[in-house]
């Protein structure tokens, strides 16, 4: 399809002298011209470092404006859930998310094994993913494998 995804972020992460961390935040998924439908999400986030290494965790509620099926196109509804835990360490993490609630048989799990650097106030990031069990891939036992590249630049407005 046609259309353009926009999408509207707001959390707020307190970060413990420790090296631990809580957050909370809202994520809107918005899309013009009928591209796709609307998700809006509630996530938590929670993670440490002892050094060199780090722990991340997330937990997302939402819901989607359209609805998920299972892979006999029985609709199972448009709430859903996400979890992953995340290990780095020096610029290199291993993901493992999982979708669950109205959502698991449409997008099932995955695992994300890739690296981040910064170069010349660019973030770099090259990952391999491996997606399990999910309904939406057309091929005969729902697995894929896929690699992307990811740059990016941020700054602070406040």
């Known amino acids: ?19 631990m961390y809580l957050g909370a935040g809202y994520t809107s998924y918005q899309y013009s011209d009928n591209f796709d439908d609307e ?5 938590l986030y929670a993670g440490t470092t002892f050094g060199d290494v780090s722990l991340d ?3 997302t509620t939402g819901e989607y404006n359209g609805e998920f099926s299972d892979d006999d196109g029985m609709v199972e509804g448009d709430e859903y859930d996400f979890m992953a835990a ?3 360490y020096n610029g290199a993490y291993l993901t493992y998310g999982d979708f669950g609630d109205d959502a698991d048989d449409a997008l099932g799990s995955y695992f994300e094994l890739g690296y981040t650097m910064e170069l010349g106030g660019l ?3 090259g990952a391999v993913v491996h997606t399990m069990d999910s309904q939406i891939i057309d091929n005969d036992n729902n697995n894929e494998t896929e ?3 990811s740059i990016s630049w941020g700054f602070d407005v406040i």
């Open 1 to 19: 399809g046609s259309g353009v995804e926009y999408d509207l972020y707001a959390g707020y992460v307190y970060e413990f002298e420790n090296g």
């Open 39 to 43: 998700y809006n999400e509630i996530n």
């Open 57 to 59: 965790l997330e937990y």
């Open 86 to 88: 995340t290990l780095g």
């Open 123 to 125: 973030e770099l990031t």
């Open 147 to 149: 690699a992307y590249v």
